[in-house]
């Protein structure tokens, strides 16, 4: 019996197998049967007898059939996959260029993406973990509005308010606090400042948090102010200054000036609650902020005025959000009836902690800032995925006799679309991987760039679950996406044109490589927004640095000295940092030493209010509320900083004689307008103490480069007690040396003087060009990396249409056509697309610019150079990509062109 | 005969009846009438339970083809797995047999 197998052997259907199998069991046995001289009927009726119970049989046998069938289905799915993947490889590894140029497109692509999105992670997403955080909400005292300014619902609270949230209403099953604090540990031999925050004992209880060693506080450290110095130590501090050892636990550490028992360490995913990024490198009981406070003023728990409290609370079992609100109303009612003066205006506010990244004010800016970031990087990723699918799209049209062929001898079409799909996923997760390398690179380069400022940041960037999981996920969308266009279009199943020679037509060479064509339209667009964006941002660091300061200091050093007020005196201090300044004018190369109490172009920034004889306040005002600082003698030397009316401070403004103050140009044109201010006098709000004009000082930016002039007053150092002051120093010396040799003065006048921060002059102006640096840096790289990738795409198109068009230039050639003529044509269809997507990517950038126009210095959002020269730039590019390989086609061979196809 | 043993049976020489050819149930039954001299006629139908069950286990595959008479049928063949089968089924069975036979001689006697 030898049997003849039919092609397409594929029987889906088990039941309907079995059922005809028996059929035909019974035909061949009822035949024989027949031969034997049955009459039909009959035969068929014996052979179904001996056959049985064919209800039983066959039901069995269905049974086993479907069973095979099952298991067969997943086995030849994996099989098949298998198969598919090994194709996969085998084929890339034919086109090393192909898959090296993919994976290094889609590593940079994806590496931006992960490096951004872990950002977005750590600031954003990612916070304390905390037991049942659904139930945790945020209680907020809000702040009242002035005529000029609308009020804050969401601002910090008082103790006395966290004592009265947890006391007089039911609504919680906890309530707690924190706030930040500076102090410093001192050892024998060291003075280090030291990061940290005051908690409520009950901080870590109601957060649901364990201590990763020791205990946290306890009850009884909760209760009365400065009784119980203990401290938990944070975990990066712990590791950092005690190596992790756990026997410090039990040990004091003098903080501030006092004794402080470690009692535990804090969980290493707990740096602390105030902002994200900030590391804190102790906490301890809120009873103790008095003990610490910086500014040696005490009675900070009890006051209802000193407002520094962010309070977290747990709703109680079966307690919702509106209840707790209406509680909240409440306790607010009663707070504004029992104390009018601290609580006017006020209210009680409260948001789920879920609601809550960062805190409400800066969430927006935080989001927004997030969303335009990740749009950058996932246009980046976009161009490196269209110019995939563009090489894609070229390479099915080579293969798409040999997939004809298969579709035509039987292959379904998915399956064919199953395994180009399974390549470029393949792709795309390779990509996916050596883009964690790139992104890890980025990062690790992003984190050494640390802002200049005198904390420090540190946030856990790290490339944890969430992070793999969504590299994992564009990676795997990057493939199918760019995977997807082509393995459709090359499987469709026109078969009979393709398998005739389709690539010698002369005609229809444009329309059919249309899905190219809006693919390197879309890049050029996307590369244009990104380089258009970059361009402002340059154009505006260029402008920042052009900006006129006012003063004209370069280069210098510049330290932050305090004390703290329980242990130097003001009068004291003020004399210790004279003492410094004297010293620091003695080291060899220093030329010039002053101070000010502020640095202007900071992170701080003072106003004060003052009354100006004869010169009404704004409406609505009682004062006129003036930015000021206090300077030395030589600050206006130092800085650079002309006087242009009067005198500056000199030795004869001591203390005990008249106060004097200096004014800025704004502010004398505005109090004082068409006259001297020179003689007049001033009065600070408050104290009543008046002053007296002396001098009229060049304006100087104060805050941020942004800003317009504004009045601004110069008090002497001399006459003014604060326990802060910065020592500013110029000379020949090397910037970092001057430094370097601050600090060891310091340190030489009085140990109990602390360095809160030391740095270059250039590194302290580089705080106010952070933003527009940062800006240049971030699209300078994205847009580049995307007119790359987009040249690379417009390459690769033009070459493709070069080679499939080479019978046309052969013709056209050997019919006489100037060679130029053809690289002309060639290169017109070209550039028409690069125009095309120019245009549009033009018009998307105007709408953008508009949006960024806030953070740009110096230069409009229509800032013509950045206009003009963006696109012209990208059009040279693009015309040299598109060039190379036009040139090719007028090099064609018309012979052999005409003959070989 | 009873069930058990018959199941075994059967599916021993299913595999028996295709270790040199290509046979559709329809044979199979066939030669084991003929082979058995018509002794283990059973009902035709119990085939095919025993069939897919072996199919099921990977001792068989089965594929669909003509008949020299021009009739659809299914075509069942030995897998490598089903050899094996045989080849240790067969040694067991012969092993029973003896175990059986010796009872059945000492009774006798």
């Given at each position: 019996m030898k049997p003849t197998f039919r092609a397409?052997?594929?029987?889906?259907d088990p039941e309907r197998d079995v059922r005809e199998e028996i059929e035909a069991h019974i035909e061949m046995e009822a035949e024989t049967l027949m031969k034997q001289g049955l009459p039909e009927h009959e035969a068929r009726e014996e052979a179904w007898r001996r056959f049985g119970d064919r209800d039983r049989f066959q039901g069995a046998a269905q049974r086993e059939a479907s069973a095979r069938e099952r298991k067969v289905r997943w086995s030849d799915r994996f099989d098949a996959f298998l198969r598919d993947l090994r194709y996969a490889f085998r084929r890339m590894a034919k086109s090393p260029g192909f898959t090296g140029i993919a994976i290094v497109s889609l590593a940079l692509g994806i590496g931006a993406n992960t490096a951004i999105f872990s950002l977005v992670n750590a600031v954003l997403l990612s916070g304390v973990p905390m037991r049942a955080p659904q139930e945790l909400v945020e209680l907020y005292t809000s702040e009242p509005g002035t005529p000029e300014e609308p009020g804050y619902p969401y601002s910090v609270s008082t103790y006395p308010d966290l004592v009265d949230l947890r006391e007089q209403t039911?609504?919680?099953?906890g309530v707690a606090g924190y706030e930040a604090f500076f102090s410093r540990l001192e050892t024998e031999t060291t003075t280090e400042p030291i990061w940290g925050e005051c908690v409520s004992w009950n901080l870590f209880s109601v957060l649901g948090i364990d201590p990763e060693a020791g205990r946290f506080f306890v009850s009884?450290?909760?209760?009365?102010?400065?009784?119980h110095p203990v401290s938990v130590l944070g975990y990066d501090f712990w590791q950092k200054r005690?190596?992790?050892?756990?026997?410090?636990?039990g040990q004091t550490i003098r903080l501030g000036g006092l004794q402080y028992t470690v009692v535990g360490v804090a969980p290493k995913?707990?740096?602390?609650?105030?902002?994200?990024?900030?590391?804190?490198d102790m906490f301890v009981p809120m009873m103790m902020a008095d003990a610490l406070n910086f500014e040696g003023t005490s009675n900070h728990l009890s006051q209802r005025t000193s407002r520094s409290t962010f309070i977290k609370a747990r709703l109680a079992p079966g307690i919702t959000v509106d209840q707790a609100r209406a509680a909240l109303a409440t306790l607010s009612a009663r707070q504004r009836e029992a104390y009018p003066e601290a609580w006017e205006g006020r209210e009680f506010n409260l948001l789920p902690t879920g609601e809550v990244a960062i805190h409400p004010l800066v969430d927006r800016y935080a989001r927004a800032l997030a969303a335009f970031l990740l749009i950058v990087v996932g246009l980046v990723l976009l161009v490196a995925c269209t110019n995939l699918a563009g090489f894609l799209l070229a390479r099915a049209s080579d293969r798409k006799k040999e997939i004809a062929l298969r579709l035509a001898l039987g292959a379904t079409r998915w399956s064919l679309v199953r395994q180009l799909l399974t390549e470029t996923v393949v792709l795309g997760v390779l990509g996916g991987l050596a883009g964690l390398l790139v992104a890890n690179w980025a990062l690790q380069a992003m984190m050494a760039f640390?802002?200049?400022?005198?904390i420090p940041i540190n946030l856990d960037?790290?490339?944890d679950g969430t992070v793999l999981l969504f590299t994992l996920g564009i990676a795997a969308v990057a493939g199918l996406f760019f995977g997807l266009a082509p393995a459709l279009q090359s499987t469709k199943p026109d078969l009979a044109p393709t398998l005739?020679?389709?690539?010698?037509?002369?005609?229809g060479a444009q329309k059919r490589f249309s899905l190219r064509n809006v693919l390197v339209v879309t890049q050029v667009a996307i590369s244009m927004v990104l380089l258009l964006g970059a361009g402002l941002f340059l154009r505006s660091l260029q402008g920042a640095h052009e900006i006129d300061l006012g003063f004209t200091i370069q280069e210098g050093g510049l330290i932050w000295l305090s004390a703290f007020g329980d242990e130097v005196e003001e009068a004291e201090f003020i004399y210790l940092a004279e003492a410094v300044e004297e010293r620091a004018r003695s080291?060899?190369?220093?030329?010039k030493v002053a101070q000010a109490e502020i640095m202007p172009l900071g992170l701080a920034f003072q106003m004060s209010d003052w009354n100006i004889p004869g010169v009404e306040p704004?409406?609505?005002?009682?004062?006129h509320e003036i930015a000021y600082n206090s300077v030395s003698r030589d600050y206006f030397d130092v800085m650079g900083l002309?006087?242009?009316a009067g005198r500056p401070f000199g030795?004869?403004?001591?203390?005990?004689t008249e106060l004097v103050v200096l004014v800025s140009e704004t502010a004398a044109r505005q109090y004082w307008p068409g006259e001297s201010p020179v003689g007049r006098e001033i009065i600070r709000a408050g104290s009543g103490t008046s002053y007296q004009v002396v001098g009229v000082a060049k304006d100087a930016k104060a805050?941020?480069?942004?800003?317009e002039y504004r009045p601004y007053i110069y008090l002497s150092k001399e006459q003014d007690d604060e326990q802060m002051t910065h020592l500013i120093a110029t000379g020949s010396i090397p910037e970092a040396q001057i430094v370097a040799e601050l600090q060891r003065v310091a340190r030489e006048v009085?140990?109990?003087?602390?360095?809160m921060e030391a740095k270059t002059i250039s590194d302290h102006l580089a705080i106010a060009l952070f933003p527009p640096k940062m800006g240049a840096i971030l699209l300078g790289v994205f847009g580049g990396l995307a007119l790359i990738l987009a040249c690379t795409g417009l390459y690769g198109t033009v070459a493709f249409s070069v080679s499939r068009r080479t019978r046309e230039m052969g013709i056209r050639l050997s019919l006489g056509a100037d060679a130029g003529k053809v690289v002309f044509m060639v290169l017109r269809g070209a550039m028409g697309l690069v125009l095309i997507g120019a245009v549009i990517g033009l018009v998307l950038s105007l709408g953008l610019a508009q949006a960024v126009k806030q953070f740009?210095?110096?230069?409009?959002?229509?800032?013509p150079v950045t206009f003009i020269g963006v696109p012209v730039i990208l059009a040279a590019v693009a015309l040299v990509a598109a060039f190379v390989p036009a040139r090719r086609a007028s090099r064609v061979d018309p012979v052999r062109a005409l003959r070989s196809e | 005969m009873a069930g058990d043993l018959f199941t075994g049976t059967l599916e021993l020489l299913i595999l028996r009846t295709l270790v040199d050819d290509l046979v559709h149930g329809y044979g199979i039954a066939r030669s084991i009438r003929e082979k058995t001299g018509g002794v283990?006629?059973?009902?035709?139908?119990?085939?095919y339970p025993a069939l897919h069950r072996l199919n099921r286990r990977g001792f068989l595959k089965g594929e669909w083809g003509e008949t020299e008479t021009g009739r659809r049928a299914r075509f069942y063949s030995l897998t490598k797995k089903g050899r094996a089968a045989l080849a240790m089924e067969t040694a067991r069975w012969d092993e029973h047999a003896k175990a059986v036979y010796a009872v059945l001689r000492q009774v006798e006697g």
């Open positions: 397409g052997n594929f029987q889906p039911d609504v919680f099953s009884e450290e909760g209760q009365t102010p400065g009784t005690y190596g992790g050892d756990p026997s410090i636990i995913e707990v740096q602390g609650f105030t902002a994200p990024g900030f590391n804190m640390q802002p200049p400022i005198a960037v790290g490339l005739k020679d389709e690539s010698t037509g002369l005609s080291i060899p190369g220093v030329e704004p409406s609505g005002e009682e004062n002309p006087i242009v030795p004869e403004d001591d203390q005990g805050w941020t480069l942004g800003e009085d140990p109990r003087l602390v360095v740009l210095y110096g230069v409009g959002a229509l800032d | 283990l006629d059973v009902e035709q139908g119990a085939l």
